[in-house]
């Protein structure tokens, strides 16, 4: 993809207290992806999102859409939507009334109001729908209806806040499927915002991470997981291994550290502790230099015994080196 709907130039923001809350972003985000701002609390993801939606104004910087610097427009005047966590819907008014509220704004006719809303239900699966009430419908159900009356408006690019956060996860997932096929179906820019890395692989086209008001480093899920730029990406990525050696800092995957002689790179370790979480084994070893490592393995047991030593290690290959910090 080569066709850019939206540009963040150098954007900086801080607030009053003159904590730098954003240390000059520059983004690219194409037209019909799904890209994600991936990152803890604080960092910076939902700061961006507002400067992008018109609720704050950067201290510097640009924000451009097709071509056009929106910096200081009105959020009513750009053509992007919002759907937040807590969805904001209007709780005296039908299904079919809070899709087509923004519609009846504009002053669209009533028949093509109608036409759309019909439309906007079966995209989210909700026909037969259109007369209940928000408090009638399923958190999930809320959410489909959070999203149809924000693309019933067609916008440019969609902006999410968390809107899976209140959700549990079993519903959360499912949605993330549901929210994947609604963004591919409409041809829509999504981008979303959340703290859950699982999340954030699962639905994306690309992810920029970030930590302190810096872009760690943005690519496809594939990239971030397998090649990290930073020790914080590889970290905050699927919890890889940090380990400082002579010559650099390493981040290598649970998954892939080998025991018991499956490899020549050879390390002598004791068995600190065992768990057992989201179907994974997770044994944590204490290197001789007094590092810590975790290796992982489908299962919830093993024959390992906490206490023991054994040869641990991994290729060369997943060594992967990274830098410290860029924020």
Not at 20 to 46: H, M, W
Not at 52 to 76: C, M, S, Y
Not at 206 to 226: C, F
Not at 276 to 298: E, K, M
Request: proline content about 3%; aromatic content about 6%.
């Amino acid at each position: 993809m080569n066709d850019v709907i939206l540009q963040l130039k150098r954007i900086k923001k801080s607030f009053d207290n003159d904590t730098r809350v954003l240390k000059s972003i520059d983004l690219d985000i194409q037209r019909a992806e799904f890209i994600t701002l991936l990152g803890s609390s604080g960092c910076g993801k939902t700061t961006t999102l507002r400067i992008i939606a018109g609720l704050e104004l950067p201290d510097e910087g640009e924000v451009i859409l097709e071509g056009q610097d929106i910096t200081r427009l009105e959020p009513n005047k750009r053509n992007v939507n919002t759907v937040f966590q807590n969805y904001a819907l209007f709780p005296h008014m039908s299904v079919a009334e809070n899709i087509g509220y923004g519609l009846k704004l504009k002053k669209v006719p009533k028949g093509e109001i109608a036409d759309k809303v019909e439309q906007m239900l079966r995209l989210v699966q909700l026909e037969g729908f259109e007369k209940r009430k928000p408090d009638q419908l399923s958190g999930g159900q809320r959410q489909r209806v959070a999203i149809a009356r924000a693309v019933v408006n067609e916008p440019k690019v969609l902006l999410l806040d968390e809107p899976l956060g209140a959700l549990d996860l079993k519903l959360r997932r499912q949605m993330q499927l549901e929210l994947k096929r609604l963004q591919k179906q409409l041809g829509i820019t999504f981008i979303y915002i959340t703290h859950d890395q699982e999340e954030a692989i699962n639905m994306s086209d690309r992810i920029a991470v970030m930590n302190q008001g810096v872009l760690e480093q943005i690519g496809t899920p594939n990239e971030i997981y397998y090649r990290p730029r930073t020790s914080y990406v590889a970290d905050f990525v699927g919890n890889a291994n940090i380990l400082y050696c002579g010559d650099g800092t390493y981040a290598i995957r649970a998954e892939n550290i080998l025991m018991n002689g499956e490899t020549v790179c050879v390390h002598t370790a004791s068995v600190v502790e065992k768990s057992f979480a989201g179907g994974q084994l997770r044994i944590l070893f204490r290197l001789q230099d007094g590092q810590s490592i975790t290796a992982s393995r489908y299962g919830i047991d093993s024959d390992i015994q906490v206490g023991s030593e054994l040869k641990i290690g991994w290729l060369p290959e997943h060594a992967v080196k990274v830098v410290d910090d860029l924020s």
